[in-house]
């Protein structure tokens, strides 16, 4: 049989087809090994992604919230995937984008810090450490990674000082009181640029939650890559914790008169 599709039903020039097109085993140069002929890009196509990573800051420290859902394509495919991820006992990284790159750099980051564990020199890495790490990490490997998805945020507490910041596959960077990443950086950042900026010293807690799961509940509304199933961090200069998966009361009434909605 064969397994190149390139071949079937078309005529089997060694150079090029009737259709002239390159057959599959042609794509890589005669006498050149494949690992040679350039890097893996296996992550160009992503199959299985995750959407928004919202984050911003209040007055006891940095929130930062995310749904469950891995969309494999436009398939709500797996619903319990944890796309904040702790590092040290300050410092949070969210991911949005491919998935499989995100389970990269949580190797990185596991990596380095047993290093830095095992150095035992008394210096320990903290939010602005971490941060600065990735953008070195996102720059330098910048042609591998995906050129429509990957965006990190890295928040935490450093000697006392709040640390939110945000970094593209690009290298791109920059810090916020407020940051949303995906759809949540065309339907969530409006709210929290009204609610939060110019006001996140003066917001408790409980005021956060609130805000934060009002911007969730607009994802989950009008992001059909969202879900509603959420996981919660917040990191104060106590520590950080993680809440169990959750979900929000939703209202769908208004949906009844609306051809295809309604019942």
């Not at 002239?20 to 006498?31: A, G, I, L, Q, S």
């Not at 940095?62 to 494999?72: E, H, K, P, T």
Request: aromatic share 10%; with cysteine; glycine share 8%.
């Amino acid at each position: 049989m064969d397994h190149f599709p390139s071949n079937w039903g078309k005529s089997r020039s060694e150079n090029t087809d009737a259709y002239n097109t390159v057959p599959m085993y042609k794509t890589v140069p005669d006498h050149l090994a494949e690992s040679a002929h350039g890097p893996m890009t296996r992550t160009q196509q992503p199959l299985v992604t995750g959407t928004s990573i919202l984050a911003f800051k209040y007055r006891d420290g940095i929130m930062m919230a995310a749904d469950m859902l891995g969309s494999y394509g436009s398939l709500a495919r797996f619903r319990d995937i944890k796309r904040l991820y702790p590092v040290g006992e300050n410092t949070v990284v969210g991911a949005s984008g491919d998935i499989s790159d995100y389970q990269y750099i949580q190797h990185l980051l596991d990596s380095i810090m047993v290093k830095e564990h095992c150095a035992d020199d008394g210096h320990v890495l903290g939010t602005p450490h971490i941060y600065e790490y990735l953008w070195r990490v996102m720059y330098n490997r910048r042609s591998k990674f995906n050129p429509l998805w990957n965006s990190l945020v890295v928040g935490g507490i450093n000697k006392g000082e709040k640390f939110l910041g945000y970094v593209d596959l690009r290298g791109t960077t920059y810090q916020s009181t407020t940051i949303a990443t995906g759809f949540g950086a065309h339907l969530a950042q409006p709210i929290l640029r009204r609610r939060v900026e110019g006001k996140e010293d003066e917001l408790t807690e409980e005021e956060a939650i609130e805000i934060m799961n009002e911007c969730l509940k607009v994802l989950f509304y009008r992001d059909a890559r969202s879900m509603n199933k959420f996981q919660r961090a917040k990191i104060t200069e106590s520590g950080l914790e993680m809440t169990e998966p959750y979900s929000l009361e939703t209202e769908w009434g208004f949906a009844e008169k609306i051809r295809g909605y309604g019942a």
